[in-house]
């Protein structure tokens, strides 16, 4: 509460009339006395009247803290902001002191000086609020510098540093608050005399805008990409650290200088073409190769460059390959050369992708790979052969082994007479002795190979070799109805050789000339000196002559014709390997030539005589014609049909010493015709028949009336699983692989 003046006249007593009429009554400032300790009001002038609106005792905290504080401490105070709320103007801020103004015995008098500081708060707070939003929008530019990928410093009129991002000084690698303030001449001294220098300038001097690349040197060792701005208080400059793009660059450079160097001397094909397969780029080696020039080249697909459009599409569709699964790949690819020849190249084709990882071509290097590609084909060809020998070879043994299995297995149970008894024994004679013979080929051809034959050389008549020979095919060619032409080298012949080998060489080429001759065939040896140096012996068919294709491998080992089921011409093909090599032993040669499939062929052996010889003709007699032997049918029940008649007929005196009904026969159309007669329970079936094979055979049994019950069993020296697939699928109800364990087929039969 503030003290009230009871006397206004004791004011006179402590200060000058003169002063309170100056000082006190015309101040803006409202100022009062207040005697203590009775805390009255001594004097007020009239703005502290009007600070509490008429009233000198108003209630305030400021000024009752203030005088407080006064009293206490004996020295002045101040009194703190406040608002009047009886003044004038209720929003007015109020500040002032108290101090001490004098003391008379125990009276206290305090001075009240109290300002009008409205304007000051207003202007303090609008500076406050200017100051809030400058650092607002200090604080918005630091962040949008920061932002920025690219550093910026910015630069007064002097080169004094008045800006630096906070990315810029990451890139240099200096504290920005090393930075601030600094010249920049100072701070980088390597920059002078620099393009940095000559850019900075330059953008300052003309006030437009300068870019450039340049190099900063050590101790930063960058290279720095710039964008200079001129301002009208100094300049701003926008960086980036460009180092890994320039090395990147230098990189590029120097390994397309490597790669050109190298596609410039490489034998390679190497290429590159667009999504559309249009080429982009050829190397000398591919210009050379097509014989055209780079201007030529550029922008054509392979349709237009390469002169076979089914060579060229299939390039195009191999390329298209490559592109559309984005993954590298290699093919084996024929192309037709501008010579007309044809080679082989092996391709390695690579995508190459843009910078969205999209697929816009590829790249290509060719390797020709003809001459290999011809050797990996003659190894998977000569593979093939020995795959089809070796299953030859099963089949062959095979066949010989059943007869021998039937008669040794007879011979344990017959109790007939000693003819039967010699029959059984003549079959297993001739058919081991057939085994002798594949095993006895299979040896020569292992020696011959390894060059462990020794020949046993002598002078020796060629004319006697060739009669024994054709001996040893007489009865071969009788069966098969040949006739046979011979013309012996006239008054002879000597030859220093093996007679042995030499009648082996003659007997093979004569056993494949019946063989590969059909029935009722032509057949002619004719020998003679060519000079008085050479004697030549050609043996010529009119049988089922050698393809073209097959013609240059004819004595290679392991080759054969085409295979078929029926297997009538039989052999493992070692005969004509075994010509050659004792042929060549003999320091000569053999040739074969055929006018094609159908045409028959000739055989020429060429051997070197010993001595000239008078001529003289020599006949040779003519192939009788013996029709061969055809087993008639004995009972009915079991009908065996195989082309093997040592097989046939031996399995059905094995049934019939059972006391079983069995016939046999040897052939399609006779078993045929006896199995509509006869309607047998039971047929066995062999599969490699002439003609019709069994599979075909078991099928029309099926559709036969009064046979669609027949138990169908099939008996066959093909013994791999899809064998008995296919005969299971034919409607065999049994497969048996020869030679067959006749416990076996007889639990079977016993089982129907």
């Known amino acids: 509460m503030a003290p009230t003046i009871s006397h206004p006249s004791d004011i006179s007593s402590i200060l000058p009339a003169a002063v309170l009429a100056g000082a006190l009554d015309t101040a803006e400032a409202a100022i009062a006395i207040v005697s203590l300790p009775a805390r009255r009001f001594v004097f007020a002038n009239a703005a502290f009247d009007a600070l509490g609106g008429g009233k000198r005792d108003f209630a305030c905290d ?91 410093l910015v630069m007064d009129q002097h080169w004094r540093v008045a800006l630096v991002s906070t990315r810029a000084a990451a890139i240099i690698g200096i504290p920005a608050e090393k930075l601030m303030g600094g010249i920049v001449w100072e701070l980088f001294p390597g920059g002078i005399g620099t393009r940095f220098d000559a850019g900075y300038r330059e953008a300052v001097a003309t006030g437009v805008p300068v870019h450039f690349e340049e190099y900063l040197p050590a101790p930063l060792d960058m290279w720095l990409e710039c964008h200079c701005y001129p301002t009208a208080d100094g300049l701003t400059v926008y960086f980036r650290n460009v180092s890994a793009r320039r090395l990147a660059e230098e990189s590029a450079r120097e390994n397309t200088a490597i790669l050109r160097a190298i596609s410039n001397t490489s034998d390679d094909v190497m290429f590159a073409k667009d999504r559309q ?96 590609a011809r050797k990996e084909q003659d190894l998977e060809a000569q593979s093939m052969r020995k795959d089809e020998f070796l299953a030859m070879l099963a089949h062959e043994l095979r066949n010989p082994l059943a007869p021998i299995m039937h008669g040794a297995q007879m011979l344990d149970k017959v109790a007939g007479t000693e003819e039967r008894v010699r029959g059984i024994s003549r079959i297993i004679t001739r058919q081991a002795s057939h085994m002798a013979a594949l095993v006895d080929d299979l040896l020569d051809v292992s020696r011959l190979q390894r060059g462990m034959v020794t020949l046993d050389r002598a002078p020796t008549d060629i004319n006697a070799v060739l009669a024994h020979a054709i001996e040893q095919v007489r009865a071969l060619a009788d069966a098969r109805h040949h006739g046979l032409q011979v013309t012996l080298a006239p008054g002879g012949a000597q030859v220093f050789g093996d007679r042995t080998r030499l009648i082996q060489a003659v007997a093979n080429i004569l056993v494949n000339a019946v063989n590969f001759t059909p029935p009722g065939g032509r057949l002619a040896l004719h020998a003679a000196r060519i000079d008085a140096h050479t004697l030549q012996i050609d043996i010529t068919d009119n049988g089922v002559g050698i393809d073209a294709t097959l013609l240059p491998q004819v004595f290679d080992l392991f080759t054969q014709s085409a295979r078929s089921l029926d297997r009538t011409m039989g052999g493992l093909g070692l005969g004509l390997p075994l010509v050659r090599s004792i042929v060549q032993l003999h320091d000569g040669h053999v040739t074969a030539r055929s006018g094609g499939i159908g045409q028959g062929s000739t055989f020429t052996i060429m051997l070197p005589l010993m001595e000239a010889t008078s001529p003289a003709d020599a006949a040779a007699p003519s192939a009788a014609a013996v029709a061969p032997p055809v087993r008639p049918p004995q009972r009915p029940g079991i009908l065996i049909v195989d082309d093997n008649a040592d097989a046939a007929d031996s399995l059905a005196d094995w049934l019939m010493s059972t006391g079983r009904q069995a016939t046999s026969v040897h052939d399609v159309t006779r078993a045929m015709a006896l199995a509509s007669q006869m309607l047998p329970g039971t047929l066995i079936l062999d599969i490699g028949l002439p003609g019709m094979d069994g599979y075909a055979l078991a099928q029309w049994v099926r559709r036969q009336p009064g046979l669609e019950n027949a138990t169908l069993i099939a008996l066959s020296g093909y013994g791999q699983q899809v064998d008995r697939d296919r005969g299971m699928a034919a409607g065999f109800d049994h497969y048996l692989v020869k030679p067959a364990e006749l416990a076996q087929l007889e639990t079977i039969l016993n089982g129907q």
């Open 62 to 152: 400021a000024i009752d803290n203030a005088v407080a504080e006064a009293l206490l401490s004996g020295q002045s105070a101040r009194i703190a902001r406040f608002h009047a709320p009886a003044s004038a103007d209720p929003e007015a801020v109020w500040e002032g002191e108290v101090t001490n103004a004098g003391q008379d015995g125990a009276t206290r008098l305090l001075l009240l000086c109290i300002r009008n500081v409205t304007h000051t708060v207003r202007a303090e707070r609008a500076l406050a609020r200017s100051e809030e939003a400058l650092l607002r929008t200090n604080s918005k530019l630091r962040e949008t510098l920061d932002s920025i990928t690219d550093g910026v």
């Open 277 to 372: 397969g249009r080429m982009r780029f050829a190397n000398p080696a591919t210009l050379a190769l097509i014989g055209r020039s780079l201007a030529d080249v550029l922008g054509k697909t392979d349709a237009e460059l390469l002169n076979d459009p089914k060579a060229a599409a299939a390039v195009m569709h191999n390329d298209q390959l490559v592109m559309n699964s984005g993954e590298s790949a290699e093919y084996e690819e024929l192309v037709p050369m501008p010579d007309g020849t044809d080679k082989v190249w092996l391709s390695r084709k690579i995508p190459y992708l843009d910078d969205q990882g999209a697929v816009i071509g590829l790249l290509g290097v060719s390797r020709e790979i003809t001459q290999r």
